[in-house]
Each structure stands twice: as C-alpha cells, then as structure tokens.
C-alpha cells in the first residue's frame, strides 16, 4: 500500500505540490491529471525519491521511504520518465537486463535472465532484443523501457505521460500492457493528459491545480463539469460512451467562422 500524507515540495523558494495526500493499493491504476505545470510530474517524482519533501511523509507498506536505501527504493518502485533518451549501442535485451541491477550481486543468473524474457514477452519486443536500441521507433523504445520496468519486478511502478509523442496504436498499446501490470497486483501511477484514456483505463484519478489536489476518486467522481473547469477552464459536457461503458469529456467548442475553403476536388 502507497501512503502519501501531507507532501510539501519546493524548488527554490517556489512551492510545487501543496499538502496532496494519496492512498493506493496494490492492483489500482490511478491517474494523475491536471493542465500543463500543476505538479505531476514532480508527484511521481518524490513518490520515488528522486525529489525530497519539504514535509510530509511518504509510505510503503508501512515504511518510510526516507528510511529506506536506494536498492530498497528500487525493488519497490520503477519509474518511466516523461523524456527517455539512450545514445549508447545497447542492445534491447541488455536495456532490460538493467532492471535487474538491485537484485544483480556479482553476475546475472538464469532466473534474471528468465524474468528478462518474461518481460520482453509481455510488452511484445521479444522479436527485437538483438536490436540496438539507437535504431529502434519511439514506441518501440518506450516498450524496451517499460520492460526494463517490469524486469525490476516492482510493487510500484509509475509512468511520466508514457504515450506522449505516441501513435494512437501504440498508445493503446502502452496503456493495455500497464493495465495488465494492474490487473495483476501491481499499483500502477501515470501521468495521463488525455482525459478519456484516464476515465477508460484509470480505477482512480487524481486531479491537480498549481499543486493542489482539486479532486481524487474515481472518474465518475472526478471528471465532473464543474471539476474540469475549475481546473482546466473549459466547457465540457460528461457522457456515457456506449462502447466502452466509461464516461466520455467532450469539450464544448465555439464554431468556427471561417474555415478554410478548397478547390472542388480536394476538399
């Protein structure tokens, strides 16, 4: 179980988050929303240490995370940044191996090697682990770094906007492979802008302004009119989809009054 009581974070003489508390337990996916600079980002990052509190405390299972060390810290939590950049020729089976460098002492065994394979698997690159990772498409490197995430066999693991800059296919891609994860006790934490795809895939959501937790809950709760523009300052009407029974945001958009004419033929 996740515990995040009270968190203050800072850079500087700017405060980021503002005493936001969130509890999540093992199998959840949970959402976290909110317009561009509200401080998601620097959530998940001080969920996993990378940023310290002001105040505030942060739980796993019980423990504080400052009182753990940073192999604990990584056998606990895997985390996939917003920006992923590897300039080395590694090859896609060596990138994931990395997640196993907590549990690693002096070399790989067979078992590493076989969660390694699991992962491959799982995310569907095992077809390309020869690969160098240089020569490898933005979704393909994406899977490769969630694999590496699932090789460290985590309670937790979060995601920075994992289908930013991403094709539909490989959005829903990334998105179904983590909702597995979910399904099968892992907690999973992503930053989503898309509002839809956090209402489909999301069990909870949790919704910041200027680092302030406005809403948490599911989204029914969440996504409401008056939530969405409090936050965001938009219109909006809240539906139900039909296809995929979950509630669907459509921004309410002015007409546009001149839009462009084409030739006969091509328009």
Do not use: W
Not at 60 to 71: K, Q, T
Not at 202 to 231: F, Q
Request: glycine content about 6%; some cysteine.
């Amino acid at each position: 179980m996740l515990e995040v009581d009270d968190i203050v974070v800072s850079y500087g003489n700017r405060q980021i988050l503002n005493k936001v508390s969130l509890h999540a337990e093992q199998g959840q996916f949970v959402g976290i929303i909110g317009p561009n600079g509200s401080g998601k980002t620097t959530l998940v990052k001080t969920i996993n240490r990378i940023i310290r509190t002001d105040s505030g405390t942060i739980n796993i299972d019980g423990r504080n995370i400052e009182n753990m060390d940073s192999i604990e810290i990584a056998k606990n939590i895997a985390m996939v940044s917003q920006v992923i950049s590897i300039n080395f020729e590694f090859t896609v089976e060596d990138v994931v191996l990395m997640g196993r460098t907590p549990y690693i002492k002096s070399a790989e065994t067979h078992e590493d090697m076989q969660i390694v394979q699991n992962a491959m698997e799982k995310t569907k690159i095992i077809h390309l682990k020869d690969r160098l990772v240089t020569q490898l498409s933005g979704g393909e490197l994406q899977k490769v770094i969630i694999a590496r995430a699932l090789a460290q066999d985590p309670k937790i693991l979060l995601l920075d906007e994992p289908t930013s800059h991403l094709d539909i296919t490989n959005q829903i891609d990334i998105l179904n492979l983590v909702k597995d994860a979910s399904k099968k006790g892992m907690l999973v934490i992503a930053v989503i802008h898309d509002l839809n795809l956090a209402a489909y895939y999301c069990d909870r959501i949790c919704l910041i302004r200027d680092g302030d937790l406005i809403s948490i809950g599911t989204p029914e709760e969440v996504l409401t009119p008056t939530n969405i523009k409090t936050t965001y300052n938009i219109d909006v009407e809240v539906t139900n989809n039909n296809v995929t029974n979950s509630i669907y945001v459509i921004p309410r958009l002015e007409p546009l009054d001149n839009k462009p004419s084409f030739p006969r033929g091509i328009e």
